[in-house]
């Protein structure tokens, strides 16, 4: 998900300016994810830690902790902490949606099997619950386990409307906002809790990772439209195989005619795919516009991720957060 920019992407700047707490996370990662009696559990978690992700959400977590004042080490728990749940997440959604790639890479089901991937993803939830509570703080143990119960709600319910074309786009808000925008929103959040800060400005950075998550979320569901394989890390149209129902689908069901409607039932809700579907629903989306409405709604959403930050202390930080905010959307130009 690259842009060709002559200047440094945010989250590069944002990396940098963190380095040394980056560095302090990664090397509590791969203590953490050790396990003296099964060398499954590091083999299959580096696979997945160490395949270059970007480390958004834990970066999230150490910037909102810094641009508060914290000065602690409980921070780099945190941030710790979030990476693990995601990545025990990842581990889990690939079982589900019996993925073959991430990140560029053979997933880990593929690599070893299903099993070993939920079980390792099982032992990364456990490891993120010890490092919550060796911050001794209840509130950040309170708003992490909510975000881990609302992430696994989120997958359920996206499991539940999955292939129903009657889904609707409060519903996929609802899944969004659980398998994401949660993580996105907690990250941020405990930052300022750890810090100590008023509830005011905890309140914004809330608001910021909520709407970030739900821009950076169906950035990537539009980009799965339009996007080139190595830029998002899948392959193109994995979405429309998979029967996934993202809003630019949900938008032109609600606007199809007899004739496109039974196409989407045949499809997504069938599961009848053939050769030349994948263009047809392409067209389907670009007839109704429902990718352009997509891409201004991702926008909207960042907008609103900015506009939480005016509670913030004045940081370069924060201005980070705010470029990440614009650039989760720019890769959609």
Known sequence: MSLDHAVAKPHDRMRDALSDDLDAVNTLIRTRMASEHAPRIPEVTAHLVEAGGKRIR??????????????????VKLAATVEFIHTATLLHDDVVDESEKRRGRPTANLLWDNKSSVLVGDYLFARAFQLM????????????????????????????????IETTEAIYLQVIRGKTAALFEAACEVGGVIAGRDAAVVKALAAYGDGLGIAFQMADDLLDWGGTSGAIGKNIGDDFRERKLTLPVIRAIAAADDTERAFWARTIGKGDQQDGDLDTALGLLQRHGTLEATRVEANAYATRAKAALAALPDHPLRDMMRDLADYVVERLN
């Open 58 to 75: 834990p970066m999230l977590t150490l910037a909102a902790a810094r641009l508060c004042g914290y000065d602690g080490a409980h921070h």
């Open 133 to 164: 509570v060796e911050t001794e703080s209840l509130r950040v143990l309170d708003i992490l386990s909510n975000a881990a119960a609302t992430i696994a709600e989120g997958e359920v319910l996206q499991l539940t409307a999955a292939t129903n």
